[in-house]
């Protein structure tokens, strides 16, 4: 019963390491630039739970925003979905991927007041 | 320099393009209404054959006489030019802002020939600057306008150059690049920059007469 116990717990320990980081977005340094095929800047720097920590943002939905019949709606958070879901890189008539990227990025930092503002600030 | 750089593309850069824009009709009206006044004639030769003749001719490098006999000026004078109006309208980090606050985009220069062409348009500057200070003919027509307008170009491209190799603070060297940026915008139709507006009409002017009034070749 012991063995078992012990086991179990090396499971649940090991289940604990490998799913927390998945969870916590800890390990992400930079935006996600796959959907680009080959970008001719650098992956905008970006670590998510420092820069939320620092901005003092809980709610996910600031970022992770719904769609509210084609606006952002913070009202209804999408953790977890690709931006790309929504957001394409060849979006016609929407709002394709690096607008959205630079929108979201900057345009918080212009109303905040906080972060980078310029090119080479992010993509380093 | 935050709010220096916010200022730079928010107020600045409405007030830099307006200048531009504004002054630049102005210019062109002014220029015509002086030209009609002192050589009145002109209109009754002017011709679009002629013109676009001659503005081809002086486009082809090595093909004008003007250029045969500077192959320095002319090679200089085309690669500068080509940068200077390629890299602005057509670098990646200038169209994303177009993207971001006006919501539209076109294709742009992949990064490395955007390098090349801003560091021969650099290289170009100092060129023109070695001629004007040791080439006497030229020293004897410079005047201090010409420098001037020399520096004005000059610096978008260094700081532009500086600010995409990560060259000192981003955020400082792109408040420079953009300010210097808007400065040249600017000036374009009130120095001798204002070539910009006026070349292309000066050099139909000439094709005009030199093909319509002399029957001879401007070229």
């Not at chain 1, 769609?67 to 690709?82: E, H, I, L, N, R």
């Not at chain 2, 250029?67 to 002319?74: G, Q």
Request: aromatic letters at 12%; one cysteine or more; glycine letters at 8%.
């Amino acid at each position: 019963m012991r063995r078992v116990n012990v086991v179990a717990a090396a499971l649940l320990l090991a289940g604990l390491v490998w799913a927390l980081p998945a969870l916590s977005q800890e390990d992400m340094k930079t935006v996600p630039n796959a959907a680009f095929g080959t970008p001719q800047r650098s992956a905008a720097v970006f670590q998510h739970d420092l820069h939320n920590e620092k901005a003092k943002l809980d709610d996910c939905g600031a970022c992770h925003h719904g769609d509210d019949g084609g606006k952002p709606d913070p009202a209804s958070p999408t953790p977890g979905q690709p931006c790309a879901e929504c957001h394409p890189v060849d979006a016609k008539g929407k709002t394709p991927l690096m607008r959205a990227f630079h929108r979201q990025c900057v345009g918080c930092h212009h109303d905040s007041g906080k972060g980078p503002l310029t090119c080479g600030e992010c993509h380093t | 320099m935050r709010e220096l750089y916010e200022f730079a593309v928010g107020p600045m850069a409405w007030a830099a393009f307006g200048v531009f824009l504004i002054g630049s009709v102005i210019r062109l009206i002014s220029m015509y209404s002086l030209a009609r006044k002192k050589d009145g004639p002109f209109l009754s030769y002017m011709s679009w054959r002629f013109g676009l003749r001659s503005i081809l001719n002086w486009l082809i490098p090595f093909n004008a006489q003007g250029w045969k006999e500077n192959p320095l000026v002319c090679v200089t004078t085309f690669v500068f030019h080509l940068g200077l109006i390629l890299v602005p309208l057509f670098l990646l980090g200038h169209v994303v802002l177009w993207d971001q606050y006006w919501g539209f985009s076109y294709p742009t220069l992949p990064e490395q020939a955007a390098d090349i062409f801003t560091i021969a348009v650099i290289v170009a500057c100092l060129v023109f600057a070695w001629r004007r200070a040791t080439n006497r003919t030229l020293r004897f027509v410079t005047t201090g306008q010409d420098w001037l307008v020399l520096l004005i170009a000059f610096l978008p491209f260094l700081t532009g150059f500086l600010a995409s190799q990560h060259v000192g603070p981003p955020l400082v060297m792109t408040t420079l690049h953009v300010l210097s940026g808007e400065l040249m915008l600017m000036a374009i139709p009130f120095t001798r920059l204002s070539h910009m507006i006026f070349g292309l009409f000066s050099r139909a002017y000439m094709g005009s007469e030199f093909g319509g009034v002399r029957h001879a070749k401007d070229w």
